[in-house]
């Protein structure tokens, strides 16, 4: 079965830099959600989008910024990357409110 | 406060024994879903087992299975028949109202052979 696809699946950048993170849902799924699990930590939410609509906001910095586009993939924008900002992004995407399936992650390393 | 309390860091388990893990939670809400999901050490993030709050049946999936308690607050996983491969960060996490999910400080099972 067709799983959550995320691009790229490593990422290193410099401090102040930009990144983009891509995510691709499981056909017909309708939400995405992006995750930011921290070394050691559980995964925190940051953002969802339903239909291509923004529908929840968690703790995301205003540095970042999401959006779903047409054909349902999403894109997490990052900007003046900070050491902090260094984690495992996952998104995971439903049908609705049913279960949320993870992608594998992109681990971001600023440096 | 903390919507998700898994209090067991780490635990050993023999292969072929049977683990289970702790899980609480904490909700005002009526509806509301409990899933466990599996990290390996490779990251990603695996869907194991889902519970629901009007669910009257314990979910149960291959060697899986969820003790809900719901007076307690409780959604415990049940690992039966432990493989070496079930070694990795196990995660209670819940979804209300509001549908984006909030996890437990998570569990690392060992399994030894």
């Known amino acids: 079965a067709a799983g959550v696809i995320q691009s790229p699946r490593h990422l290193i950048k410099e401090k102040r830099e930009t990144a983009t993170l891509k995510c691709y849902p499981i056909p017909r799924h309708d939400t995405v959600y992006w995750y930011q699990q921290g070394p050691g930590q559980d995964p925190q939410f940051l953002i969802s989008?339903?239909?291509?609509?923004?529908?929840d906001k968690g703790s995301i910095p205003d540095r970042f910024s999401a959006q779903q586009f047409s054909d349902y993939h999403s894109e997490l924008n990052m900007s003046s990357l900070e050491l902090g900002d260094s984690a495992l992004y996952f998104c995971?995407?439903?049908?609705?409110?049913?279960?949320?399936?993870f992608g594998p992650g992109t681990r971001l390393l600023v440096l | 406060a903390q919507k998700i309390t898994q209090t067991q860091p780490g635990m050993f388990v023999q292969e072929k024994e049977a683990v289970t893990l702790d899980c609480t939670y904490d909700t005002s809400d009526q509806s509301y879903g409990l899933f466990w999901y599996k990290q390996p050490s490779s990251g990603e993030m695996i869907f194991l087992i889902y519970?629901?709050?009007?669910?009257?049946q314990n979910a149960t999936e291959g060697r899986y299975s969820l003790n809900f308690q719901k007076a307690r607050k409780s959604a415990n996983l049940v690992i039966s028949a432990s493989q070496l491969g079930d070694s990795a960060m196990y995660f209670c996490a819940m979804r209300e109202d509001d549908y984006k999910l909030s996890f437990g400080a998570g569990t690392t099972v060992t399994v030894r052979a």
């Open positions: 989008f339903y239909e291509k609509m923004q529908s």
């Open positions: 519970q629901g709050s009007y669910d009257e």
């Open positions: 995971a995407s439903a049908l609705g409110s049913e279960t949320q399936y």
